[in-house]
């Protein structure tokens, strides 16, 4: 089915406006309420309002797609769904009454909403729609997120393109730009970057140009998957909202925006700490945060605020997000629902491809078979009973997560990568903090602060989540000090890493309010004091932080990286294998750190906590670069050195770049000692804080002073307490259940992975898709595609590991050339195995040239196959060599007698009747001896002859080549002869160049002729153009004889071109009478080939305007070879043929017919060439005979003895 | 699922002309070579001299177009000459050109004349005549002596790797014609059996090749004038 085919019959625009606003559209084909199914998550996801469910065009197909860009205007691209509202619907809060829909959307939300975040909504005017991602119906009475609020989004921004600046809106996107060296060549594997607007903070380089979006291997969003949380596959932008039948997100429009579009905007791609962040759609840790006066956030620095069109690279990344971590703890997030609009704008950017990656199931929307195919890793969940959240209680989850950051002092769980896992439903119950006891915690907004414990979502009080949270310390804001040991430690790490384009961000990009750490208040007036908003919050919800939590939090909301520092020992005991002591350790002897964010986050007390990433999208990787530094390289390197610690020397001679990452932060860390180890403490996203600093900030604010307020206070804080951290993972954790099912990401990963994760038998699955380094590595070969992921050396099977060991002593083999004569002569190590198999194990070692058993297997049969190849061909070169020598040495040493004799044979027949009398046996052919039939030959050609009149013009055609010569030669002489005796002119012309000359050559003999002259009484020999006349060559083949025919009968230009010059250029002086009495006596034809006597006999004819009844008359006089022929037109044509003369024999009978042969010298002559004739023709019948006898009597006696 | 229409083949505006161009004058050269009764005489008449002018021009064209060859000829084995000594035919054959245009244009010009036998100088170009005469129509009628040799000596092994009915008769019928065309009294009964059959199997057959070429140039006419026949285009 096309496309086209599959496109609804008829647009939005003709809908009735009140269908429209209803959100019906399509409706005969797109109404289709979901089909039933048995999985009871996506049951109790199915969203309750407008319900407009997918064009068959928007739903998933069974493989990747290319999301094509958007073009500007969007009308055309934007689902149908989305085509509604644009333009149709009142700014809210609408001046005059809300249509009903509208009301309901709002009393929905408002009814859902917890009363703590009301109040900010309602804080800000807006002029923007909101769109509510479902609002929980009754079938999520299961759902124990069911009360959170739905995410929110301004969609006005992604609706208006003014608000989008008119240029592409993820142009920050900037971690695909690596993405852009290895273009594939099946673009159907792609996803422009500039779709993936929620993804920027995953890349700060360079932004994608506007019409150039960047295009990213889907295989490199592999590693988003821990970050999309219950999305792990990202197929469309479609699936964004809705997918098959499932049903889409429901638009709050009522929900109070809090910032204008141009701020939403503004903010959303700017400005908003999380814009950074990869949140991917649903996930969004923030999005059900109620944005609280985003308008009133401290306005960027002027100078540095880039045009809304060109949002700047992502510098922030990570550490835009610790940042403003506290605010979002708080709840005065500054731009959490722009978060949220930004990845919905990356989503409404999405073409709906037919298979897109599926980013994960946003809201209600992504309830179709794919999306759940996707979520099949809540399979694992510890709750199987549970339904999993859909991607709208995911989004309330959002809200879980946020508690996680109120009751963690460190604040670090409310990254979004720690929230999305959080919030997915993949909690441990055994580990994940019970956040039921998160009524007690104080509202986080001030108008909130006193709402009862009645508001508080359900989920929480029932206590869905494990109720292990202890008691922990009250989180006290962190203070400047921690802050200057952070600043300490990041000053000498830049120092040590030296400046880096990233690094070199400036300082304006980042908000003021960032910058300093202090948040406007006044700027904020419906929200409680940060600091004291915190302290209260995580002061009441810190009684339920489990102790592992607590001893990672310390007595302090915020990061205490130096009191980290202290209890990074700890932390390393518990490391990983990969992370610990053979990761970074190896190469170098400064102390482990785990630099990355998976490193860290393994440590997380809620590292155990399955996480949903090993859903991981088939083909998809995503740069992890973020910030100043090279994340996705120090993750490589991380790898790497896990990888191959031996080597760890050799590869860092050979990759320089991830290397010198490594090497500089591992030297940086050896420098600093507590607070980096405080950083390499840090959960999750802790390296990067520290990496991504801009390098001119001054130095007393420092980078990570530039951080949010909670982290200087933080500072202060005091020191972590070495809490017994939660067992480490087990060396083997029993790996994940794979993901079942329906998903097409499933088999998409079957495909796509050859080489699959053997170290997940080692790690937990979320934290090896967290290195970038085992992003998928493609291998390309034609069209298709093969994604291999870097796995440690521990974990790889025994077998490989010894095939990596003999290819590694097949690297030191010496320089071995192919052997002489073979195929590949002179290639040195044609057929060795790359050089870079014992390289580490990185991504570009892999892509350089590791082997696998069945390469190394499939080498081998090539090998067979060209050493046998080159045996065959040798052995066959002999062999010729030895029969072309045989053959030479046989031709030298064998002489045909037979041939030798046949030839001497012939030549004596020949020959003999010229030197002597004796072999005159035969008879001459006499006139008198004729048969009836040849003399009506002569008696024909005679008359035709005798027509001939004294100075009348004869045409005579020479159209036989030199190699005729000695059989018709002697013709045309007696014919020239007979012609100038009876007073002719002869007209001579010809076809053939040769011919016409040698015509010349022919008459002007016989003019000359002194016996010929004298036997007809000339005193002087006959004159060209006088006499006879050489016309010469008619050009043209068959077009020249027709035109020959054609010029006999009209005095125009044709009959000038052809008669007016002779061959040798001169006039000829003939008339038009003399032209006319060619037509009138018959044409005298000398052909020597069949296609001459053809051409001839068919186009020499009366043209149209010729008199009537007149015809051009022909005599033949032909070689024997076109005999056939010609006697054939004679027969069928006798009135214009009159008549033929064939070859020697009637040559001899003509000449001693008109008595040419009056000298006995001239008929000796012709005797003996009779008689020549005659032998030749007998001996060569009798060895034809001879010839075929014997050889028949041989075969047959061969036969005999076969037989 | 739908099936695909095939594709559109582009069409070609210049193969469009030639074909039309072709079609029309193929027309106009028919209906001038024999005068169609249903027309009236002028048309005929008209059709005929738009006919002979077409035909008239044909031979100019080739006449153009022998010359063209001579410059080809002359190009191609310039270009071989320069990997001399492997190209020495290419050299003798420019060499040979040359020299037999130099040598007729002075003759022509008469630089240089030949004299006949009287003394008086030549009116045919006597050394051209010569040249003709001397290489190409003796080298030719040595080349076609020397096949008599080899055919009567392939007629002669022709049976030795196998004897089949259609070997035996074909060296049968090649003897009886050799012996009968031999005007020996005693192998008389050849020359009879040579006449018949060229009379009646050797005359059916050519008669039937003939009418081959005649329906296979009508056919070829047909689609020329349909403009199924675009062979113009190369």
Redesign the interface.
């Given at each position: 089915?096309?496309e086209q085919?599959q496109r609804p019959m008829f647009d939005d625009d003709s809908l009735p406006a009140w269908l429209t606003r209803a959100g019906i559209t399509h409706a005969p084909r797109r109404a289709t309420p979901p089909p039933a199914t048995a999985d009871p998550r996506r049951a109790s996801q199915v969203a309750p309002r407008l319900q407009i469910t997918v064009p068959p065009w928007e739903t998933p197909q069974a493989r990747d797609l290319v999301i094509e860009p958007i073009p500007a205007p969007m009308d055309d691209v934007l689902p149908p769904w989305l085509r509604p509202f644009k333009g149709t619907l009142p700014d809210f809060p609408a001046a005059g009454p809300l249509p009903h829909w509208q009301t309901e959307v709002i009393q929905s939300v408002d009814a859902d909403m917890p009363t703590w975040l009301a109040p900010a909504l309602e804080a800000a005017p807006t002029d923007s729609f909101d769109l509510d991602f479902g609002a929980p119906s009754a079938a999520d009475e299961d759902n124990p997120f069911a009360d959170l609020e739905r995410p929110r989004s301004g969609f006005t921004t992604m609706l208006n393109p003014n608000k989008l600046g008119g240029t592409d809106i993820f142009a920050g996107l900037d971690w695909a730009s690596e993405s852009e060296a290895q273009t594939p060549a099946d673009e159907s594997k792609l996803i422009k970057t500039d779709q993936l607007g929620s993804l920027e903070w995953q890349g700060s380089e360079t932004p994608s140009s506007r019409g150039q979006p960047k295009i990213i291997h889907t295989d490199q969003l592999g590693s988003l998957e821990w970050q999309t949380g219950g999305t792990p596959e990202l197929t469309s932008a479609d699936d964004l909202f809705a997918s098959g039948d499932a049903p889409l997100p429901d638009f709050d429009f009522g929900t109070a925006q809090s910032a204008p579009p141009e701020a939403d905007f503004l903010a959303g791609t700017d400005d908003d700490p999380f814009a950074g962040l990869d949140i991917p759609m649903d996930d969004d840790p923030f999005a059900d945060v109620t944005p609280v006066q985003t308008g009133a956030l401290p306005s960027l620095p002027t100078e540095s605020e880039p045009p809304l069109a060109e949002p700047a690279p992502t510098s922030r990344g990570l550490l835009s997000f610790l940042e403003t971590t506290p605010e979002s703890a708080t709840g005065a997030l500054p731009s959490a629902d722009l978060a949220d609009m930004d990845w919905l704008d990356a989503a409404n950017q999405m073409t709906p491809p037919a298979d897109s990656p599926n980013f994960g199931a946003t809201a209600e929307s992504a309830v179709t078979d794919a999306a759940f195919a996707d979520l099949g890793w809540l399979d694992s969940s510890p709750e199987p009973t549970k339904p999993a959240p859909s991607g709208g209680e995911a989004d309330k989850d959002l809200l879980a997560a946020l508690a996680g950051l109120e009751t963690k002092p460190t604040g670090q769980t409310s990254s979004p990568a720690d929230a999305d896992w959080l919030l997915t439903g993949a909690l441990d119950p055994a580990q994940a903090p019970d956040l039921s006891t998160l009524g007690d915690l104080p509202d986080l907004t001030g108008a909130a602060s006193d709402q009862p414990t009645a508001d508080i979502p359900d989920w929480i009080k029932t206590g869905y989540l494990p109720d292990q949270l202890p008691d922990g310390p009250p989180a006290e804001p962190p203070t400047p000090k921690s802050i200057d040991a952070l600043r300490a430690s990041t000053e000498s790490l830049r120092e040590t890493a030296g400046p880096t384009p990233e690094s070199a961000q400036p300082a304006m990009e980042i908000p003021d309010w960032l910058m300093t750490g202090n948040l406007d208040e006044s700027k904020l007036p419906s929200l409680p004091q940060t600091s004291s908003l915190m302290s209260a919050a995580l002061a009441a919800a810190d009684e339920d932080v489990p102790e592992w939590l607590r001893g990672s939090q310390a007595s302090t909301s915020m990061p205490n990286f130096s009191a980290q520092a202290s209890a990074a020992p700890n932390l390393d005991e518990d490391l990983p294998d990969w992370l610990g002591t053979g990761a970074l350790t190896d190469s170098v002897d400064a102390p482990a750190k785990p630099l990355d964010a998976s490193a860290t986050t393994d440590k997380s007390p809620l590292a155990d906590v399955p996480r949903p990433s090993k859903v991981r999208r088939p083909e998809t990787a995503v740069d992890l670069a973020v910030g100043d530094l090279d994340i996705d390289s120090l993750l490589s390197s991380a790898t790497a050195a896990i990888d191959l610690s031996a080597l760890q020397a050799e590869s860092a001679k050979e990759q320089p770049t991830v290397e010198a990452d490594l090497d500089t932060l591992e030297l940086s860390t050896a420098q600093s000692t507590a607070a980096l180890e405080a950083m390499s403490a840090l959960p999750d996203l802790g390296a990067d804080l520290a990496l991504d600093l801009p390098t001119d900030l001054p130095p007393d604010l420092g980078v990570m002073a530039s951080a949010a307020p909670d982290l200087t206070a933080a500072a202060e804080a005091p020191a972590l307490p070495v809490a017994p951290l939660p067992a480490p993972p087990p060396a083997e954790p029993a790996k994940p259940e794979a993901p079942k099912g329906r998903g097409r990401g499933r088999g998409r990963k079957d495909r796509s992975t050859t080489e699959v994760a053997v170290a997940a038998e080692a790690l937990p699955e979320w934290v090896e898709v967290l290195k970038p380094s085992t992003g998928p590595v493609i291998f390309e070969i034609g069209d298709q595609k093969v994604a291999m992921e870097d796995q440690p050396i521990a974990a790889l099977p025994a077998h490989l590991r010894a095939l990596r060991e003999k290819l590694g002593a097949v690297i030191s083999l010496p320089t071995q050339l192919e052997p002489k004569g073979s195929t590949l002569e002179g290639i040195q190590n044609a057929l060795s195995p790359i050089a870079t198999t014992g390289a580490p194990s990185t991504a570009a070692a892999i892509a350089g040239g590791r082997r696998t058993a069945a390469q190394a297997r499939a080498v081998g049969t090539l090998q067979a196959i060209l050493s046998a190849q080159d045996a065959l061909m040798q052995k066959r070169g002999e062999e010729d060599l030895a029969q072309t020598t045989f053959i030479a040495r046989k031709v030298r040493s064998r002489p045909k007698l037979?041939?030798f004799l046949?030839?001497l044979a012939?030549i004596a027949s020949v020959l003999l009747p010229f030197f002597t009398d004796v072999a005159s046996v035969?008879?001459?052919?006499r006139p008198e001896t004729l048969s009836a039939t040849d003399q009506a030959r002569f008696d024909a050609f005679f008359n035709a002859v005798e027509s001939v009149q004294g100075g009348t013009p004869v045409l005579v055609a020479f159209d036989y080549?030199?190699?005729?010569?000695?059989e018709l030669d002697e013709l045309a002489k007696s014919l020239l002869r007979d012609v100038l005796r009876r007073g002719g002119r002869p007209v001579i012309v010809s076809t053939n160049?040769?011919s016409a000359?040698?015509a010349?050559?022919l008459i002007?003999d016989l003019a000359?002729d002194?016996a010929f002259l004298t036997s007809l009484g000339r005193a002087e020999?006959f004159?060209?153009r006088r006499d006879y006349w050489v016309i010469g060559y008619?050009?043209?083949?068959i077009?020249?004889v027709?035109?020959l025919a054609?010029?006999l009968y009209?005095d125009?230009?044709?009959q000038r071109?052809i008669f007016d010059q002779d061959t040798?250029?001169q006039p000829t002086g003939l008339s038009a009478a003399d032209i006319q009495a060619l037509r009138n006596l018959p044409t005298f034809l000398l052909a020597g080939a069949n296609e001459d006597v053809?051409a001839w006999v068919e186009q020499y004819q009366t043209?149209?305007?010729a008199p009537q009844g007149e015809s051009l008359r022909m005599v033949l006089m032909v070689s024997a070879a076109a005999?056939?022929?010609a006697?054939?037109?004679t027969?069928?044509q006798p009135n214009r043929i009159l008549s033929i003369l064939i070859g020697l024999?009637d040559s001899y009978l003509y000449a001693q017919a008109s008595g040419q042969l009056s000298d006995a010298t001239m008929q000796q002559n012709a005797d003996r060439r009779?008689q020549s004739?005659?032998?030749?023709?007998?001996m060569?019948?009798?060895?034809?005979?001879?010839?075929?006898a014997l050889?028949?009597i041989?075969?047959?006696a061969r036969r005999r003895r076969q037989a | 699922m739908t099936t695909q229409p095939p594709p559109r083949r582009r069409t070609n505006l210049r193969a469009a002309l030639l074909t039309a161009f072709t079609v029309g004058f193929c027309f106009i050269t028919l209906l001038g070579i024999e005068r169609f009764a249903p027309l009236p005489n002028q048309v005929n008449t008209l059709l005929g001299d738009v006919s002979r002018g077409l035909v008239q021009l044909v031979t100019i064209v080739a006449a153009l177009a022998v010359f063209l060859g001579v410059l080809n000829l002359v190009r191609v084995h310039s270009r071989k000459v320069r990997r001399f000594p492997q190209a020495i035919y290419s050299l003798l054959l420019i060499l040979s050109l040359f020299i037999v245009v130099i040598l007729h244009f002075l003759e022509r010009f008469g630089t240089l004349r030949a004299t006949d036998a009287l003394g008086a100088p030549s009116a045919a170009p006597a050394i051209s005549i010569t040249l003709l005469n001397t290489f190409q129509v003796a080298v030719e009628t040595a080349l076609a002596s020397l096949l008599f040799f080899t055919l009567v000596y392939a007629a002669f092994r022709m049976l030795r790797q196998r004897t089949t009915i259609w070997n035996v008769l074909f060296i049968a019928a090649v003897a009886v014609v050799l012996l009968g065309f031999s005007p020996v009294p005693s192998l008389s009964i050849f020359t009879s059996i040579r006449e018949w059959l060229i009379a009646v199997p050797v005359s059916a057959g050519t008669r039937g090749l003939l009418i081959g070429v005649g329906l296979g140039v009508l056919v070829v006419g047909v689609r020329v004038l349909t403009g199924r026949d675009r062979g113009f285009r190369e």
């Open positions: 089915m096309t085919n037979d041939r046949v030839t012939l035969f008879q001459v052919p080549a030199p190699s005729a010569t000695g160049p040769s000359l040698h010349y050559g002007s000359n002194v020999p004159a060209a008619l050009s043209g083949g077009g020249g027709r035109a054609n010029a009209a125009t230009f044709e071109v040798e250029g053809r043209p149209q305007n005999s056939t022929v006697q054939s037109y027969a069928s024999r009779w004739v005659a032998w030749s023709a007998l060569s019948g009798i060895i034809i005979l001879l010839g075929a050889n028949m041989r075969d047959l | -």
